[in-house]
């Protein structure tokens, strides 16, 4: 059974006669730290009228900005998230905006220990995805449960890239920690696993039709007969 070190390297591999698809960033997840901890953020929003917090429903402040177009929380620990940036430069430039809205505001806080943690791709392909012949050469590193969702789970495991594959084609690629490291990996993953799995003689991308034409027995007379024996 293949497994994920299998996969090539980007440099290993050769071009396949498909075009690869680029990977678009749909978001770029961050982290830092304020440099105060125990925030009293009831106190704090009441003087930070920009601010959106309700304790009952989550345990962390909002604050929302236009430009770029992120979104924060604050953390009574003194972190903060900041998720929707598209880039990793965007999301420091957040990160810092947000810094200097809160020492407007009046607020001792600082900017330190600014971490990328995650960043979300996506793409597609113009064909369909053979997922169960996929899941069944690469179960080890598969999850892949039909009735429950229909998209195929792959994932590597260094560095921890997870692949979530549908059988139209469209694909989201999380786990990343640089851009680089994300299109990197995705190059060896298309040119090594992938186009072995593309279902070019079939027009079918329907998840339900898929899942349904796989369940479907045969119910043909050699079905019966076999079933007698």
């Known amino acids: 059974m293949a497994t994920t070190e299998q996969i090539p390297d980007a440099s290993e591999v050769t071009a396949p006669d498909l075009k690869m698809p680029e990977i ?17 953020l009831k106190s704090i929003c009441s003087q930070c009228k920009f601010l959106e917090f309700n ?12 430009e770029p177009r992120t979104t924060a929380l604050i953390f009574g620990s003194g972190n903060m998230v900041c998720t929707g940036a598209k880039t ?11 810094v200097n809205v809160l020492q407007r505001s009046g607020l001792q806080v600082g900017f330190s ?18 997922l169960v012949r996929l899941h069944e050469e690469y179960g080890a590193n598969c999850s892949y449960e039909p009735e429950l969702f229909p998209g195929l789970i792959f994932r590597l495991k260094h560095p921890k890239i997870v692949y979530l594959l549908f059988r139209s084609g469209r694909l989201v690629v999380t786990g990343a920690k ?4 994300l299109k990197k990996f995705w190059k060896g993953f298309y ?39």
């Not at 749909?26 to 304020?34: C, G, K, P, R």
């Not at 304790?55 to 236009?66: D, E, M, N, S, Y």
């Not at 640089?178 to 490291?181: A, D, F, K, L, V």
């Open 88 to 98: 990793a430069r965007a999301s420091r430039l957040a990160c810092r905006q947000c």
């Open 191 to 229: 040119d090594g696993v992938l186009v072995h799995y593309m279902d070019v003689n079939s027009t079918l991308r329907c998840s339900s039709e898929y899942r349904y034409k796989n369940q479907k027995k045969d119910y043909s007379i050699k079905y019966f007969y076999d079933a007698l024996q």
């Open 113 to 130: 220990n600014f971490k990328v943690q995650n960043i979300v791709g996506s793409t597609g392909l113009d064909v369909p995805i053979n």
């Open 178 to 181: 640089t851009e680089r490291e």
């Open 55 to 66: 304790p009952h429903k989550f345990a962390a402040a909002t604050v929302r900005l236009k």
């Open 24 to 40: 678009e960033v749909q978001n770029v997840v961050s982290t830092f730290f304020l440099g105060v901890k125990n925030l009293d």
